[in-house]
Nanobody, 126 residues
Framework: EVKLVESGGGLVQAGGSLRLSCVAS????????IGWFRQAPGKEREGVACISTADGSAFYEDSAKGRFIISYDNAKNTVYLEMNNLKPEDTAVYYC???????????????????WGLGTQVTVSS
């Protein structure tokens, strides 16, 4: 089965940067959509960014546009999320998710993704 392992979370000050990694294994389909979601205490899980392994096309939710960059390294089966100009409201547990049915999208929802990692904590202080 598909396994996803996130890493790279930590504590940073507002305005700082952080890079998250998601190492994937067990892929059996030709391509997958791989996304980053986040969930803060008391809030619903929300999408951040998504990328297709087929062509590298990426989608960003409004909260991430202009600040975050998602990328995929095929050789390492790893998806990255580069986060810049971090804000306290970015504080959350960040999850990596994947699904073979997800390709080009114009929005993202948690129930579209079947496989999930366990998450990594990102805390932004002011």
């Amino acid at each position: 089965e598909v396994k996803l392992v996130e890493s790279g979370g930590g504590l940073v000050q507002a305005g700082g940067s952080l890079r998250l990694s998601c190492v994937a294994s067990g892929f059996t389909f030709e391509s997958y959509g791989i996304g980053w979601f986040r969930q803060a205490p008391g809030k619903e899980r929300e999408g951040v960014a998504c990328i297709s392994t087929a062509d590298g096309s990426a989608f960003y939710e409004d909260s991430a546009k202009g600040r975050f960059i998602i990328s995929y390294d095929n050789a390492k089966n790893t998806v990255y999320l580069e986060m810049n100009n971090l804000k306290p409201e970015d504080t959350a547990v960040y999850y990596c998710a994947a699904d073979p049915a997800v390709g080009y999208i114009e929005t993202m929802y948690p129930d579209w993704f079947a496989s999930w990692g366990l998450g990594t904590q990102v805390t932004v202080s002011s």
